[in-house]
């Protein structure tokens, strides 16, 4: 028996990096996973990974994934996913709002296109998803909504920004972090747990490695399958709530308790 055994799980941008890692993990655990991202063809992205790769990895291992392509910058495709995984395997017990397009690009340089784009992905569609999958969670009393972060939320130092241009990414991941808490608060004492979660160090998945942000051999670098496990922590393992968690430190907190 798995912690997340008869669970059904949404994890969004599951096609590769953490949010594969996360899909993998929740199915390990029991739960079936609605494995989603743009990315079906291979050969139409520059970076490596699939939701049906993700599917076949899940299954191979003697787990339970669907794939569920989903542009989730479209409102429409939004509410299709939600209905499909409602109607294929059930009401979503867990939401993992992973999905994210970044551009590091200096403020003065970002395009009004790009910046609309990074805010609907990484901050609009998760409060749409979360409202989508809110009332099945209310009228059964349980469920887990996490939100992937970063510490690019964290205010920068005047003289040494760590991430150039990372002023819009970190923007989007402070209100994804200020929605987590506010929403915990709202839904306090419904049975729901709302949580946000961030790498203690960059994490090497396609698409930081195709930014620059880390190398494959970097001794710091904090391997995904350490956001999987903090991520299963908060998603059925404990009954934290409104959590603005890092990932190496909330397990630590976790086993010394």
């Known amino acids: 028996m798995g912690v997340l055994d008869g669970k059904v799980a949404i994890v969004t941008g599951a096609s590769r990096g953490i949010g594969a890692a996360i899909a993998r993990r929740f199915a390990a655990e029991g739960a079936t996973v609605a494995v989603t991202a743009r990315t079906v063809d291979p050969a139409r992205t520059r970076l490596p990974g699939t939701i049906n790769e993700t599917v076949a990895h899940i299954e191979a291992a003697g787990g339970r994934a669907r794939a569920y392509a989903a542009d989730l910058s ?45 805010l609907e992905v990484q901050v609009t569609a998760p409060f749409h998803l979360t409202r989508l999958v809110l009332p099945e969670m209310r009228a ?96 059925g393992g404990t009954d934290l709530s409104g959590r603005v968690a890092l990932s190496q430190d909330l397990l630590t907190e976790l086993a010394e308790r």
């Open 140 to 235: 059964r009393g349980r469920g887990w909504i996490l939100n992937i972060s970063s510490l690019a939320s964290r205010h920068p130092a005047l003289e040494r920004n760590h991430l150039p241009g990372g002023t819009v990414y970190g923007m989007c991941k402070a209100a994804l972090e200020r929605f987590t808490t506010g929403l915990a608060a709202e839904v306090h004492g419904d049975g729901i747990a709302v949580n946000s979660l961030a790498p203690n160090r960059v994490v090497p998945t396609p698409g930081t490695l195709f930014h620059g942000l880390t190398t494959e051999d970097d001794p710091n670098a904090e391997p995904p399958e350490v956001m999987a496990d903090a991520a299963l922590a908060l998603c």
């Open 74 to 118: 479209d409102p429409a495709a939004r509410v299709s996913l939600v209905r499909a995984v409602t109607d294929d395997l059930g009401p979503a017990d867990v939401l993992v709002n992973n999905a994210a397009v970044t551009y590091f690009t200096p403020v003065a340089d970002f395009t009004d296109r790009r910046y609309a784009l990074m």
